[in-house]
Nanobody, 125 residues
């Protein structure tokens, strides 16, 4: 059974940096694309970043380019999202997700099969 468990959220100040983690378990993910999405208060869930587990290809939302870095630690089965220069607009529940046996990196929510429960990030101004 696939499990994705996010951690690392919290209350931070604008301008701070934060690194979110996602522990992946239940099977091998080497052929998967792993993604980060977020749901701001009162809004739809939106794409943040994604990465192919073994190929290393990445994609980022335009709003996150230059501020977000997605990475994978294969030995630990961990996915990370580092965000710098946080803004109040980054306040959201952040989710990690997996797209099973994916050839290319997808940015649409519907492409992802398994989801974590989310971790809250609140950025104060």
């Amino acid at each position: 059974q696939v499990q994705l468990v996010e951690s690392g959220g919290g209350l931070v100040q604008a301008g701070d940096s934060l690194k979110l983690s996602c522990a992946a378990s239940g099977r091998t993910f080497v052929n998967d694309v792993m993604g980060w999405f977020r749901r701001p208060p009162g809004q739809e869930r939106e794409f943040v970043a994604a990465m192919h587990w073994s190929r290393g290809t990445t994609a980022y939302a335009d709003s996150m380019k230059g501020r977000a870095t997605i990475s994978i630690d294969d030995a630990k089965n961990m996915l990370y999202l580092q965000i710098t220069n946080l803004e109040p607009e980054d306040t959201a529940v952040y989710y990690c997700a997996s797209n099973y046996w994916a050839w290319s990196v997808k940015t649409t929510e519907s492409a992802y099969d398994n989801w974590g429960q989310g971790t809250q990030v609140t950025v104060s101004s």
